[in-house]
């Protein structure tokens, strides 16, 4: 997967990837050969954006009840993450986006999410 991301890279251009990344920091390997999305990106050098936010918060992203009718965020896990193939120079507002109910209501179906997952936002410099 790496591979082919800085294959496609274009080398007078910093690379971001921004995504559903389907594994979080904390999960381990399912077996010896089937290695995390996450700790392949890490291991490939690639800056998780999250870890350079100040304080110890979890950043979690995912995941809403199926049917967004949760009043309560019910996220447990990062998996919705940036990474950088460079170090930025200065990064600001690393923040989750949409971790927050609607406002609005459905009448009849209760309190509304606008996903399942809640992502990730982030000014940078390099």
């Known amino acids: 997967m790496t591979q082919v991301i800085g294959f496609s890279a274009m080398a007078d251009r910093k690379t971001l990837l921004l995504g559903d990344m389907n594994s979080s920091p904390a999960q ?28 110890n918060v979890p950043g979690y992203t995912c995941c809403q009840d199926e049917n967004l009718q949760n009043r309560k965020p019910s996220l447990e896990e990062r998996i919705d993450m940036i990474f950088a193939v460079d170090d930025p120079e200065n990064t600001k507002k690393i923040r989750v986006i949409g971790d927050n109910a609607s406002t609005k209501t459905d009448p009849g179906h209760g309190f509304l999410w606008f996903s399942d997952h809640a992502s990730v936002s982030a000014t940078l410099q390099f």
């Open 28 to 55: 381990g390997d399912p077996t010896p050969e089937i290695i995390t999305p996450y700790k392949q990106f890490t291991a490939a050098q690639y800056v998780d954006i999250w870890d350079l936010r100040p304080g």
